[in-house]
């Protein structure tokens, strides 16, 4: 749901609206990754057209997760108990997403027949982790001046805030200057947050 909210709502209001009519025989199930899109995103108009029904899932615990993975395994030896365990435990912890447990194994599995083994072991998934947390991008964070890193912060919040990965320019800057007026510094010019904004973009 998250990926149809433009501006203007029309696309989301058009699925909705059709829902809305007896004679259509369509049922809208709308998952959204924000508990509270409804409220904070959507306009009364469209909103108007949304059911009171709302389930909310947790992320897997890791014996979801471990479950899950055996399950695609279906009995493969290839994959150690401990390195599929560790895996589902790291990922468990962090935030639940099964995808991100996936990712670490299949970067895994290309690290184990790099080193040509048999076996993925738990060696194999600890490596995948660490190169995971030691990316490029991890490394430009860490090189980032203290303004370009509170105007990335600063972005991270107003998309935590609005829940989507688009916003406008101005509410990054309140956001900044928010946080420059928390930690008592004096913020940079618009043009010089701008700048830093889409240098950080490329």
């Known amino acids: 749901m998250d990926l149809l909210c433009t501006k203007r709502q ?29 409220e904070r995103i959507l306009s009364r108009r469209v909103g108007s057209r949304l ?5 909310c899932f947790q992320p897997y615990d890791h014996d979801q997760i471990a479950f899950i993975i055996r399950n695609r395994l279906s009995g493969s030896s290839a994959v150690q108990e401990d390195a599929l365990e560790f895996a589902s435990r ?8 099964l995808r991100k447990a996936l990712d670490i194994l299949r970067r895994a599995t290309q690290l184990a027949i790099n080193y040509k083994a048999k076996q993925l072991t738990m060696k194999h998934v600890q490596d995948a982790v660490k190169e995971a947390s030691t990316t490029a991008s ?35 800057l309140k956001q900044y200057r928010l946080q420059c007026h928390v930690q008592h510094i004096d913020p940079l010019p618009v043009s010089s947050v701008y700048g830093n904004a889409m240098e950080m973009c490329t």
């Open 10 to 38: 029309e696309i989301i209001y058009d699925i909705f609206n059709w829902s809305s009519n007896e004679e259509s025989g369509v049922s809208v199930l709308a998952i959204a990754n924000t508990l509270d899109l409804p």
């Open 51 to 55: 059911g009171l029904n709302r389930l």
């Open 138 to 172: 991890v490394d430009l964070v860490h090189s980032l001046s203290r303004h370009s890193l509170m105007i990335l912060r600063s972005a991270l919040a107003e998309q935590i805030s609005c829940g989507l990965d688009e916003f406008l320019f101005s509410d990054l």
């Open 90 to 97: 790291k990922v468990a912890s962090v935030s639940g997403d």
